[in-house]
């Protein structure tokens, strides 16, 4: 029998659990590669999960209802994932973003409807900018709801509920190695404290940025590795509350130009068109299944997004040749 959904909130998870036998061969590793591909969400990301978690909470604690006004800062994908999840249910968007993200996310947040504000990046890198603006937020909408994907703990709850059962289902349990990105940790935490209470022995692999590749006081124009963040060497009031360390086994750092190529090697090998956080995890994963004690180890990667939403950062001679 065939079936109809009922609105966009049902699309959202059983994203497809895929198998990287090209990069595999390439790169002549002996670990089993999957991919966990996230931009087949309805919004494009993983983080139509965070929305559809953050906003269904809300409805069932009776925190909202349909005409209100929702709020947070987002590097974009939360917020694509919010705001199309909102007009579908009737409420309304208004995100602050950094005015270094992509000119393709803010179209795309514009094009649900939701009202944008940016804000400086160099602002956000002075000592104490983040809690200042999220008090500006506050104080700006003091009849919003705010979404908070940073400390909301429906964030990580929906990655326990959804991410890592899938995962789990889908390799029928045999997942040795998961490896993710950081951004507000919600992925990382949820997914792997799943996976961890159903086998003891998997490790969590976290993937961050080089310091060379994250934005600073000194060099506030360096290329990203948009919507990945680090966590190492970084003071514990501006770490996500949502960020749970003791999931995690290792971290491994990445450049920006590393998390591009593998990028490109995934749509010219795999033909999946990923963006730059999704390149960041094949590139570690890659350094992960090459490595001798993981042969025949299965190694799942979570591939957060779509390279739709990067194509003018793969444009360089580098990177297109």
Sequence with gaps: MGKIYN????????????????????NEISARLLAKIEYLNPAGSIKDRTALGIIRDAERAGKIKPGDLLVDLTSGNTGIGIAAIATAKGYRAKFYLRDTISEDKINILRQFGSEIVLIDNDELLEPGALQRVLDRIRSENPDA????????????????????????????????????????GGTISGTGRYLKEKKSSLRVILVEPTADSVPSI??????????????????ENVLPENYDRTVVDEIIAVTTEQSRRAAVSVAREEGFLVGTSSGAAIAAALQVAKRQENAGKTIVAVLPDSGERYLSLFQSPVIAE
């Design 218 to 235: 000194d060099n506030p124009r360096v290329e990203t590795i948009e919507g990945v963040h680090k966590v190492t060497d970084i003071e």
């Design 145 to 184: 709801y705010y979404t908070g994907q940073r400390s909301n703990p429906a964030n990580p709850a929906i990655h326990f509920e959804t991410t890592g059962p899938e995962i789990w289902r889908d390799t029928d349990g045999a997942v040795d190695v998961l490896v993710s990105t950081v951004g507000t």
């Design 7 to 26: 609105g966009i909130s049902e699309l959202v998870g059983d994203t497809p659990l895929v198998s990287f036998s090209r990069l595999q061969k390439s």
